[in-house]
């Protein structure tokens, strides 16, 4: 389940993502956030906070 907070155009979803990697085949899960600019009901700019370190150990899996 995700959460997500609005202020104007800001808006902040928290959620948990569990993916498979393609070359890997390991799947992995790891919490999000996402901070989304939104201008005229559109999506301007996303930016993505991840736990990177588990990303890479999962398209890296020996």
Do not use: C
């Not at 959460?3 to 902040?12: A, I, K, P, Q």
């Not at 899960?29 to 999506?43: G, K, Q």
């Amino acid at each position: 389940m995700a959460h997500r907070t609005v202020d104007g155009g800001d808006v902040v979803l928290l959620a948990v993502f569990t993916h498979t990697a393609a070359p890997t085949g390991k799947e992995f899960t790891t919490p999000v956030a996402m901070h989304l600019a939104v201008e005229d009901d559109r999506i301007v700019r996303m930016y993505l906070y991840e736990d990177t370190l588990t990303v890479s150990e999962a398209f890296n899996a020996a």
